[in-house]
């Protein structure tokens, strides 16, 4: 009896530590006879895009919510990610230029934390096209479901996958992560249509455990 | 006087200069009161006889780099002692109320809700509206308070002395009415240069206003 008992118990770790070792994109095959896709042609275009933000998430076991306004823009070349809470006050201001040289402009002191600063480049930068391969290293069907298809760019940590439906660009998800598991997923709601930006943008960190929910305002209000 | 010597000199003496000329300046149209006596008591005495204020209100954040403007609208409503409501109705909907030392925050179907004890900031940032409303902000301890005048208003200049505060802003600016010793403005700018300011119109006085308006539970 004991001895059935201990074989089920190692047996059951065997699993857990297999399904932990799990790859995260396992039953990947690349689609043959396809072009190279440039980032170009996924990089949104925009002028000016504003959206309610609201971040959610657990430090320990307390949970914190924060909400604000997060702004695009493009300006000449350059593009800028300000968040500023619901009164104005800007919690951080960051900026790339042409060559997606990335800069602070300005931060909270309380959010100046180095591990902070670089999760939110990261996000940015998949969202952006920022900092990432000029061109696909391969274009792939997970787990057989045809109705997707993931372009495949290399980043200096890992890669991104760009999730599209089969001839078309419109970009339904991105996630960000290397073989063995995924760290961030962009979800757009509806897919982002050519190069515009999508109306609802939930980014989340998979192993931080917090979520980023976009919204755009679209009736800006004028004076 | 070695001639690196001599520039540093100089150059500490035109940094003393500039920084002696920006503390002093004089808002254009207003001129700097001396006495600001008779001031806290008028904004007092005022403040004494307003039971409640009812205002919409207009925020635009002005980004000077990017050259743009974020503008949100919305209702404002004071309650005395200390109660204040802010809800921003346009183009997103935002429910700030701060009641005594609690302040509670409602986004969408979030609701939010903090002691202000437990945050310095949030207690600067609530004592300084209820100040404001109050007309007590000249005796406000956590900012330097400069208070001008023209012919139909007075502006109160709060220069930050707290690091809290600091972090925040490098000024607010408070804009009262001589008519009836009301906030017709508030300007709020940061260090980077980017100010937001609120301006407040359609203004009631002394209206019925339900304590549920201010709750936080």
Redesign the interface.
């Known amino acids: 009896m004991h001895y059935f008992r201990y074989v089920s118990l190692l047996i059951y770790l065997s699993v857990l530590f297999l399904s932990c070792q799990q790859k995260a994109y396992r039953y990947k095959k690349e689609v043959t006879g396809t072009d190279i896709v440039s980032a170009e042609i996924l990089r949104p275009m925009f002028q ?1 895009e ?1 959206y ?1 933000a ?1 971040i ?1 998430g657990k430090f320990g076991f307390k949970k914190f ?1 924060l ?1 604000g ?1 997060l ?1 695009l ?1 493009t ?1 000449d070349k350059n593009t ?1 990610v ?1 968040f ?1 809470n ?5 919690f951080f ?1 960051f900026g790339w230029d042409e060559q997606d040289s990335f800069s602070v ?2 931060i ?3 959010l100046d934390k180095q591990a902070l600063i670089t999760t939110l480049r990261k996000d940015f930068e998949l969202l952006l096209l920022k900092n990432t391969a000029k061109s696909s290293s391969g274009i792939y069907i997970i787990d057989g479901n045809k109705e997707e298809q993931y372009i495949r760019f290399e980043r200096p940590k890992g890669f991104a996958y760009y999730v599209i439906p089969p001839g078309s660009f419109d970009i339904k998800r991105i996630e960000h992560g290397d073989e063995k598991r995924k760290v961030v997923e962009l979800i757009m709601t509806p897919p982002t249509e050519g190069h515009n930006l999508a109306n609802r943008i939930s980014i989340k960190h998979l192993r931080a455990g917090f979520t980023i929910d976009l919204e755009k ?1 679209e ?5 | 006087m070695p001639y690196r010597k001599r520039l540093r000199t100089i150059c500490l003496l035109g940094y003393l200069c500039i920084a002696l000329y920006a503390s002093g300046q004089v808002p254009k149209g207003f001129s700097e009161m001396k006495n600001t006596a008779q001031l806290q008591s008028s904004l007092s005495n005022s403040a004494a006889h307003t039971q409640t204020i009812t205002s919409d209100f ?4 002005h ?1 000077k ?9 919305g209702k404002f409503h004071f309650k005395q002692q200390d109660k204040i409501r ?1 809800e ?1 109705t ?3 909907q ?1 429910l ?1 109320i701060m009641n005594g030392g609690q302040i509670m ?1 409602k ?2 179907e ?1 609701t ?1 809700k903090i002691n202000t004890k437990n945050s310095k900031t949030m207690q600067s940032v609530n004592k300084v509206m209820m100040d404001c409303m109050k007309g007590t902000v000249l005796g406000n301890k956590d900012f330097n308070v400069r208070a001008y005048e023209s012919k139909d208003q007075f502006l109160l200049s709060l220069i930050p002395i707290t690091p809290a505060m600091k ?3 490098s000024r607010i600016d408070v804009f009262v009415a001589r008519s009836d010793n009301s906030v017709t403005k508030l300007v ?1 700018t ?3 240069g ?3 300011d609120m301006n407040f119109v359609n203004k009631k006085i002394n209206i019925v206003l339900a304590d549920a308006l201010f709750s936080v539970r």
């Not at chain 1, 619901?86 to 800007?90: I, N, Q």
């Not at chain 1, 009736?219 to 004076?223: F, Q």
């Open positions: 000016r504003l309610r609201t959610d919510h909400s306004l702004y823009r300006i800028r300000v500023q619901e009164m104005g006050s800007t201001d402009y300005q909270l002191p309380d305002i009736n800006d209000v004028t004076e | 207009t925020q635009v954040k980004m780099m990017l050259n743009d403007k974020v503008i949100s609208k802010i921003y346009a183009p997103f935002y700030l925050v986004d969408g979030k939010n972090d925040l802003f709020m940061e260090k980077g980017d100010f937001t």
